[in-house]
């Protein structure tokens, strides 16, 4: 076995099926002690003749795009990566947040966050390249979401890393591969190609997480895939991935950044194409979503009632379907700055009513919204602080997870001033406190019924973990607020 591939030990769990989880990976690392955190939250992936059983879904991606060159590959968790990699000539390694500079981490942990500490991210990607140096002389290639994070010369010598891909992977790797397997000392920073038919993974995923479509297309300039253009991909490729996936985890998430846009008309649903979909994939197992659109549920609430009768949602076993979603903004003026595309069908001046209308929707149809807002924008202030807290009133009756994290200059934004906690206004303190009464209130009701997937010592020790968190944020909260608000009429 000349390559191994491997991925940062947050992103090699499955979190007992409770894929939302993995959010905690962004937490502080001592949030919760690493022993109970790596065995009750976070256990490592099963290990069938040496390979991964399951493995992240980019992995799998470039694992397929290796075999079809004609590279024998293996993916290995890297907590037991240290038998396997002594003799092999190429680690490569997915990392969604290295350094932990996602939006997510940079909010709650490391040097900008609420709390100064590592995230479990960081130290994990740490840990693992450590490990890997120590063990082996193998070429270290690194890709993946977060690869971004790693993006300078320094950077990668600290890490010991010696090829970093941006962007798609699956052309771009083979041939990277390919010529370092031929001797080549090859180093530096490399740019992924747009694919435009992916290959098919060669087994089961984390979270049992298949793509149906790539890119966003609205054109947030904060966004990532707005450096990508929409593709979706053909229904037979879906599906074969849904069957491979089956085979171990019984369940699928359907991803794209929006999954009502399949083979949309620019921004109008395509009822017949996502109600195909849907009711394809769920002849062969359970199905879930990973992201939607508030703009799209407005625009096509047939559909979404449609997908909930398909999925059998809600029923005792799935009282609700989960899935993420953005509102960033209640500001009609930071909402055209920034994402004017992201309200389309409709106008900047509508989104606060769009976002209302499709919580409702959600609503009635069992749809649980997990959203999420940004603070700090370039040039945002009181006033438009103010709208998003309005706007978060009037969706505190609506099922539903709002979490608020800090702007980080990505994409287009590139080069601006991340907001930090260091930034924090008593106005962002208001809109903090009002997600935190919004988020304790309906965090309770949802982890009991998102739970249950969950081994019963683990479901007992993480409703005890929610409880003893809400606490112990409603104490550290107040703390904070009572220097802060006091400016606040
Ligand atoms: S709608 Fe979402 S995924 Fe699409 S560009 Fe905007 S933030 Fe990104």
Redesign the pocket.
């Known amino acids: 076995m000349e390559i191994v591939l491997t991925a940062e030990r947050t992103l090699m769990s499955n979190y007992h099926g409770a894929l939302f989880l993995g959010f905690m990976s962004c937490a502080p690392k001592n949030t919760v002690p690493s022993k109970l955190f790596f065995s009750l939250i976070c256990p490592s992936v099963k290990v069938e003749k040496g390979k991964a059983l399951i493995a992240p879904y980019g992995t799998r991606k470039i694992e397929a795009a290796l075999v079809e060159s004609g590279f024998d590959v293996a993916i290995v968790p890297p907590d037991r990566i240290g038998k396997y990699i002594k003799n092999v000539k190429i680690v490569g390694i997915t990392t969604n947040d290295p350094l932990g500079l996602g939006p997510a981490s940079t909010t709650f942990a490391g040097k900008y966050g609420l709390v100064k500490e590592e995230s479990y991210n960081a130290y994990c990607f740490r840990e693992l390249l450590k490990k890997i140096k120590k063990k082996s002389d193998a070429k270290i290639v690194v890709g993946g979401a977060g690869a971004w994070q790693l993006a300078d010369e320094k950077t990668m010598e600290k890490f010991g890393i010696d090829v970093l891909i941006l962007g798609e992977g699956e052309e771009i790797a083979p041939k990277i591969f390919r010529r370092i397997l031929e001797g080549e000392d090859l180093k530096g920073i490399f740019n992924g190609e747009i694919v435009e038919r992916t290959p098919i993974i060669r087994g089961a995923t984390i979270g049992g997480l298949v793509e149906i479509a790539r890119g966003?297309?609205?054109?947030?300039k904060?966004?990532?895939?707005?450096l990508q253009k929409l593709r979706n991909r053909p229904l037979e490729d879906i599906l074969k991935e849904v069957e491979i996936n089956a085979k171990i985890n019984k369940f699928v998430t359907l991803h794209a950044?929006?999954v009502l846009r399949y083979k949309a008309d620019r921004f109008r649903v395509n009822e017949e194409e996502v109600l195909k979909l849907f009711s394809l994939a769920s002849r062969i197992c359970k199905v879930g979503i990973s992201?939607f659109?508030l703009a799209s549920v407005a625009s096509a609430e047939r559909v979404v009632g449609e997908i909930s009768t398909i999925l059998g949602i809600p029923s005792k076993e799935r009282p609700w379907l989960a899935g993420q979603t953005?509102i960033?903004s209640g500001s009609a003026k930071i909402v055209k700055e920034h994402?004017h595309?992201?309200v389309l069908p409709f106008k900047a001046e509508e989104w606060c009513d769009v976002v209302e209308q499709a919580f409702g929707i959600c609503s009635d149809n069992n749809w649980v919204p997990c959203a999420t807002l940004i603070i700090g924008f370039p040039g945002e202030n009181e006033e438009d602080v103010l709208k998003t807290v309005e706007l978060l009133d009037r969706l505190k009756n609506y099922k539903s997870i709002i979490v608020p994290l800090f702007f980080v200059p990505l994409s287009d934004m590139k080069g601006q001033k991340p907001f930090t906690s260091e930034d924090l206004r008593p106005y962002h303190w208001f809109l903090l406190r009002r997600c935190w009464e919004h988020d304790v209130k309906w965090l309770r009701y949802l982890a009991k019924e998102y739970l249950t997937k969950m081994p019963m010592i683990s479901r007992i020790f993480m409703l005890k973990f929610i409880e003893g968190a809400i606490r112990e944020g409603e104490k550290r909260l107040k703390e904070l607020i009572e220097i802060s608000t006091h400016q606040i009429p």
């Open positions: 966003c297309g609205r054109g947030c904060f966004c990532q895939p707005t950044e929006d992201h659109s953005g960033e994402m595309g992201k």
